[in-house]
Nanobody, 120 residues
Framework: QVQLVESGGGLVQPGGSLRLSCAASGSIFSINAMGWYRQAPGKQRELVAAITSGGSTNYADSVKGRFTISRDNAKNAVYLQMNSLKPEDTAVYYC??????????????WGKGTLVTVSS
């Protein structure tokens, strides 16, 4: 069993910054890609940013230049630094990890989500 726990969400004013963290624990042999997704009310879940184990990154066009994803492989953790936040960034943010478990199964895991609200 693998658990992903997110932290760092909250209320921030437009133009402000937040840093999200996600730590994976449990029966982990290795982790391939990790990423952040978000889901706003009434909308589908969408990819925000992803990072491979080697450090290659991919961003949604809407966050390029404002958000930065990073990871610490030794800690099985991924981070999302969010700057210049806009009201349209308001959503529940979910951590995702493509895990190879200790019994060598490839499985996709999700955190429970952390709410980010951008409002004055």
């Amino acid at each position: 069993q693998v658990q992903l726990v997110e932290s760092g969400g909250g209320l921030v004013q437009p133009g402000g910054s937040l840093r999200l963290s996600c730590a994976a624990s449990g029966s982990i042999f290795s982790i391939n890609a990790m990423g952040w997704y978000r889901q706003a009310p009434g909308k589908q879940r969408e990819l925000v940013a992803a990072i491979t184990s080697g450090g290659s990154t991919n961003y949604a066009d809407s966050v390029k230049g404002r958000f930065t994803i990073s990871r610490d492989n030794a800690k099985n953790a991924v981070y999302l630094q969010m700057n210049s936040l806009k009201p349209e960034d308001t959503a529940v943010y979910y951590c995702n990890a493509q895990v190879v478990t200790t019994d060598y199964y490839h499985r996709n895991y999700w955190g429970k989500g952390t709410l980010v609200t951008v409002s004055s």
